[in-house]
């Protein structure tokens, strides 16, 4: 399979500051990252997809501005959210996918952000 | 209507018991279809595909009726272990491939 980090785990914050997420594949290269968000009882939502070195795709109604994604290499990509509010507090996942995997999906172990 | 639908439950069940999960999706061009298992606060893990011909492994079964666009999973002789929320997804090519995650059903089995 494929290992994949995210970090950080959990985060709380105050609300109007950033927060930046790290999603790391170790051992195969990420030439594509899915970050997804997850409210408590609800489906993974797809928030954006990001090719190594491109600008991400980004979700009808999920604002660029507000979630900065970073896929500078093939090893890391980050989500920032920026200025975030309490509507915020979600479960974020990263899923990099290697040219190799087709369709099988791998995910990071999610970070939990409450903003208060 | 949701692209994938599953019946969010809980199911109830003891140690011991059968329990099974349908769902279907809207877009008949969907090509892979899986099963997720996620335990609270941590990321999906895939349970197995599913295919049309059926598959098994273990005491978990999956099928996948095209026509019907249903898709399900039964568990046998459950476990405690078994307790966590099943996800259905489905995945189809549109560019890239597209994955569609159903909401879960949730399973709590008591001893």
């Known amino acids: 399979g494929a290992v994949v980090s995210q970090h950080p785990s959990w985060v709380i914050c105050k609300s109007g500051t950033s927060v930046k997420i790290e999603c790391r594949s170790l051992?195969?290269?990420?030439?594509?990252m899915f970050w997804y968000r997850q409210f408590p009882k609800q489906s993974l939502m797809l928030m954006a997809t990001s090719n190594e070195g491109s600008k991400a795709t980004y979700e009808q109604g999920v604002e660029k501005d507000k979630f900065l994604i970073n896929h500078a290499s093939l090893t890391l990509s980050t989500l920032t959210v920026t200025s975030a509010h309490p509507e915020d507090s979600s479960f974020y996942i990263c899923?990099?996918?290697?040219?190799?995997?087709?369709?099988?999906?791998?995910f990071g172990s999610g970070t939990q952000l409450s903003v208060l | 209507r949701k692209e994938v639908e599953q019946d969010p439950g809980p199911f109830n069940v003891p140690e011991g018991a059968t329990v099974a999960f349908n769902c279907t999706y809207s877009?008949?061009?969907?090509?892979?279809f899986f099963w997720y298992r996620q335990d609270c606060r941590k990321e999906p893990k895939l349970l197995m595909s599913?295919?049309?011909s059926g598959n098994e492994d273990g005491r978990f079964t999956a099928q996948l009726n095209r026509a019907s666009q249903y898709i399900s999973l039964l568990i046998r002789d459950s476990k405690l272990s078994d307790s966590a929320t099943y996800l259905c997804?489905?995945?189809?090519?549109?560019?890239?491939?597209?994955?569609?995650f159903g909401a879960g059903t949730r399973l709590f089995v008591k001893a």
């Open positions: 599913v295919y049309s």
């Open positions: 051992d195969f290269q990420a030439t594509t």
């Open positions: 997804v489905v995945s189809f090519h549109t560019g890239g491939f597209k994955t569609i």
């Open positions: 899923s990099p996918q290697g040219a190799e995997f087709n369709e099988k999906l791998f």
């Open positions: 877009n008949s061009a969907s090509q892979s």
